[in-house]
């Protein structure tokens, strides 16, 4: 099928909260773009490939705020040609490539250096987070100018925080300059450090070092505190605690500005599951207990928290088998995130289909402010249809980032992205789609 | 010769099951009376028949130590022998990060060698189990970090059962160091499963409140427990292990939580005062009192021989241990 075919996806349940719109129909994918919201039959071009999406979600391709794909220098855990293909694979349209790179991405040449391997790999769309600090040392700003100028839509120094509260502040003043935001996880490391999992009643029996919340939620405080003064960008890009969740609900009823996202692993599993001593379980923010998962999915249910991120940290084999005090935090997840959002969130009745594309897709392209994350029409066709009956079990074989450290393997999960277009190409499909190429 | 009590040992271990030995937290009451109960019958074998038996004739047991020990090592070597098993060592301190290979990769290579079992030891909590999950031989915890050290919660209690005849209905008070030690944690499992009323005491920054909810007393003064204890199990202050130093000072520790003359005067006639060592004379005991007629330092340490042999015998020798086929994840459902 060429490139430019036209495409209409029939019969599924069309969801784009960018729109409002949430209902069956037909959506028309003409020259890389979305042509039409249920067009009449008159309005359809002659040569037409028709997707039968009975029974499926057709919603905007998601897009991720923050996605480790480790290139350069971390290649024995990612490529950007496998993480944007495990991008695809899990639905995801549009991600953001993590700075955190070796050598870090902190100039222009860097960012160029992703932008053009991502081109050549040409599968998902990938954007580039530049770091906020020189080196991502957290001392000096880094040249931000010239990372936006290469294409950075946002600055980050994660997926570790920003604990220099002077950096922060000044970096949210000179931001203003570019309408960019800046992403922080919340975390106060001198209460966490060397640990391991959240300080409860699972770790004080395992005995592994702690990680308190109050880590999470006096940082968190921070942010807040430091983004009301400046009125910046500001995105926190994962938080865990019930704390963190009360404090931004707090925030937002002053009309504070700030955008939030959870990682699913916080929104699926509990701090129990270490129990295992699962090397894929440890994670920063690390898995609660199970009254700040409540908190997190109600207020992911109340708006409080906008973005759900797959919060994709690839490990090689060799790095998550040592002992846990040594094993590197990280969870890879851009294959399974969306199944398990509806697995987890969306078959309980814990979460709507509205949004759950909401916080996959319409709210983290408004953060980052690119053109994705809706189907309006004109827009570049991102678009990806979601089975959400599919039965899968995760295996290795199945999983195309190249790390599969994570705890799901043997596990079955419902819901699937069948069918993945970026620019009006369908990239990737299932093929449990019918489509009789007539018209 | 060794009829008589391979016929007596396989009826004690009628009811034994499992493969590994990791924690006490997963084992019934049932299970630690089973260990116990080996244990004092092979304390009477070695007596009468002389120092060796040959139950473990023809297995090799690998000590695979991550972190320095002397003490446990030996121990658990002398019960390999005593039992007529071939012992190998392997120890490695320093992270394997450094070697370059991890440590699960050691103890495979080790595994490959031919071993029965393997005895581990490591500064990290879980490094048994995951041994347990990749080794498709028995895998005996003797220590992962501050998590569990079994073997030192067994030998505990049958300290206390051969002095006391019984666990249940005492009070047993844990000193010092909770929050980082292993023995505190097995002790307390192996406790409360037999019914003792267990005490957790040391200061607020090493025991908090939390440590309630494992159905334990808490407590921060030595003093005001004293009067009520049978049995005190003085913790070693595990200085290797703090990252900021959760008490002003040694002497400030002493002052409030070493047993001293002057306390045992304040204590029942009969009170047991043990320590699992290595002991810090001067620190959380006095060499009066760790020398004097209420210690039973020394009773631990050779009961640790008998526990470790018992151990051994039920994961090797027993019935189970004859029929069980390889189930590298059994360890883990336990645990859950």
Known sequence: MSDDATWLIEHGRIIDPAQSFDGVGRLLIHQGRIAALDPNDGELPSDVCRIDASGCIVAPGLVDLATELGEPGLEEDETIQTGSQAALAGGYTSIACAANTDPPIDTAAAVEFVRQKAARADRSRVHVLGCLSKGRRGEELAEIGALVDAGAVALSDGPGPISNTALLRRALEYCLMFDKPILDRPEVTSLTRGGVMHEGMTQLVLALAPMPAEAEDLATSRDLRLLETTSGKLHLSSISTKGSVELVRRSKARGTEVTVGVRIANLCFQDELLRTFDSSLKVNPPLRSEEHIRACVDAVADGTIDVITAGHQPRSLEKKMQELDAVPFGMSTLDTALAQVITYLIEPGRLTWPRAIECLATNPAQVLSINAGSLRVGQPADVVIIDPQAQWTVEPSQLFSRSSNTPLLGQQLQGRARSVWVDGRLKHDLGAANHPSSN | ?336
């Not at chain 2, 019958?41 to 070695?46: G, H």
């Not at chain 2, 009192?289 to 050779?302: F, R, T």
Request: glycine share 8%.
């Open chain 2, 1 to 336: 010769m060794s009829e008589p009590i391979d016929v007596s040992l396989n009826r004690l271990a009628e009811g034994w099951r499992h493969r590994h030995l990791l924690n006490l937290e997963s084992l019934s009451p049932e299970d630690i009376t089973i260990i116990l109960d080996v244990a004092e019958v092979l304390i009477a074998a070695t007596k009468s028949e002389g120092r060796k038996l040959s139950l473990l004739t023809g297995k090799t047991i690998a000590n695979l130590f991550f972190e320095n020990s002397t003490r446990t090592r030996n121990s658990f070597s002398l019960a390999a022998k005593r039992l007529g098993a071939d012992t190998i060592e392997f120890s490695s301190s320093g992270s394997s990060v450094a070697k370059g290979e991890t440590f699960i990769d050691t103890a495979k290579t080790i595994e490959a060698m031919g071993v029965d079992a393997v005895v581990t030891r490591h500064g990290t909590p879980g490094t048994s189990d995951l041994l347990a999950q990749h080794l498709d031989c028995s895998v005996l915890n003797a220590g992962d970090g501050p998590h569990e050290h079994p073997t030192q919660g067994l030998l505990d209690i049958l300290t206390i059962q051969q002095n006391r005849g019984s666990v249940a209905g005492l009070t047993v008070a844990l000193v010092g160091d909770i929050a980082h030690s292993r023995t505190a944690r097995s002790n307390i499992w192996g406790l409360k499963k037999l019914g003792a009323h267990v005490i957790v005491c040391g200061p607020a920054t090493l025991v908090s409140r939390k440590w309630e909810a494992l159905g334990v007393e808490v407590a921060h003064r030595l003093d005001d427990i004293l009067p009520r204890c049978d049995v005190l199990n003085l913790l070693r202050i595990q200085f290797e292990r703090q990252a900021a130093s959760p008490f002003p000072s040694v002497r400030e520790y002493a002052l409030l939580y070493a047993m001293n003359a002057e306390r045992m005067r304040k204590s029942k006639d009969n009170i047991l005062i043990m320590a699992p060592g290595p002991i810090n004379r001067g620190v959380e005991i006095t060499p009066e009192v760790a020398d004097g007629p209420h210690s039973v330092i020394l009773q631990q340490v050779s009961n640790g021989i008998a526990i470790r042999m018992a151990a051994l015998w039920l994961l090797l020798a027993s019935p189970t241990a004859k029929v069980v086929v390889a189930k590298p994840t059994e360890s883990t459902k336990g645990l859950a």
